[in-house]
């Protein structure tokens, strides 16, 4: 599933597309994770893309009309193509710029189908899949005094605390077995026990392993692409994550794996206390 770095990575690579102008829009398959605005082209047909932010999981593709909610969800991905170039079986939804006479398609491609492309004419950040999300983990908002606020009240083990998107955003399963690891802390630790001094430290973990996964273009495990094609390379970077019974990079001990909510969730014994 892409995280937030993914997400992010995507936002970037559409950057040449704002201040272009929609000509067409296909939708080959209005059911995703929910139902496609079954008048999508007529909204966005002559509309200039204005501006392309993020908000956790989500791009908010802003238009002059409203604003398209994009969620990349399991399998979800999107590229910036030729209008040569037909289009494969899980190839969605195209939607047709005209960038400086040049004609480009954002392609949306999930063969899944959890992902999602949802049409607002109001402000994005009021809808509810997002009004109710927490900070974003590189905002100063994301800091040790919140983060200890909250965890002091959980009883849950801290991997589940900092995966909750009310809580903090974007810090997937990858992301925070990564930085779990890089914070010393054991994934299973119950919340309320964790120290503020720890969660300092986590808290600063977090801000280091999104931001390096963003510069080092997303991790593709699976079928995460730029939208230019290229893959990521954090993947060579795990410490722990899918990389049970392979030797710690910090010691002579081993990683393992355990469940935590039904998620893998990686650590070395003798790193994490």
């Known amino acids: 599933m892409p ?7 995507t936002r970037l690579g559409l950057a040449p597309l704002i201040n272009a102008t929609v000509y067409n829009v296909e939708v080959r398959n209005f059911s995703l994770r929910w139902p496609v605005n079954p008048n999508l082209k007529k909204i966005l047909n002559s509309q200039k893309l204005i501006s392309l932010s993020r908000r956790g999981k989500y791009l908010l593709a802003v238009f002059s009309n409203g604003c398209l909610i994009i969620h990349l969800g ?6 910036i193509v030729s209008e040569k170039k037909i289009p494969l079986k899980h ?10 006479g040049n004609k480009k398609i954002l ?4 063969t899944r189908r959890f992902g999602a492309m949802i049409w607002t004419d109001d402000n994005p950040f009021n809808h509810k899949l997002i009004c109710t999300l927490g900070p974003e983990p590189l905002s100063d908002e994301f800091n040790a005094d919140y983060l200890f606020d909250i965890v002091k009240r959980k009883t849950q083990p801290i991997k589940s605390t900092i995966m909750d998107s009310h809580i903090v955003v974007g810090v997937g399963n990858i992301y925070a077995s990564e930085s779990l690891f890089l914070s010393s802390i054991r994934p299973q630790r119950q919340s309320k026990k964790i120290k503020k001094k720890e969660i300092s430290v986590l808290v600063d973990s977090i801000k280091i392993v999104i931001q390096k996964a963003i510069e080092r273009g997303g991790s593709t495990l699976n079928d995460f692409y730029s939208v230019n094609g290229q893959s990521g390379y954090f993947q060579n970077e795990h410490k722990v994550y899918a990389r049970e019974n392979e030797c710690c990079t910090n010691c002579d001990g081993k990683i393992y794996l355990l469940k935590i909510a039904q998620r893998s969730s990686f650590y070395c014994k003798k790193c994490q206390k």
């Open 107 to 110: 392609r949306y491609n999930d």
């Open 91 to 100: 190839d969605h939804i195209d939607i047709c710029f005209n960038v400086d």
């Open 74 to 79: 399991m399998s979800g991905r999107i590229s």
């Open 3 to 9: 995280e937030l770095p993914e997400v992010e990575v």
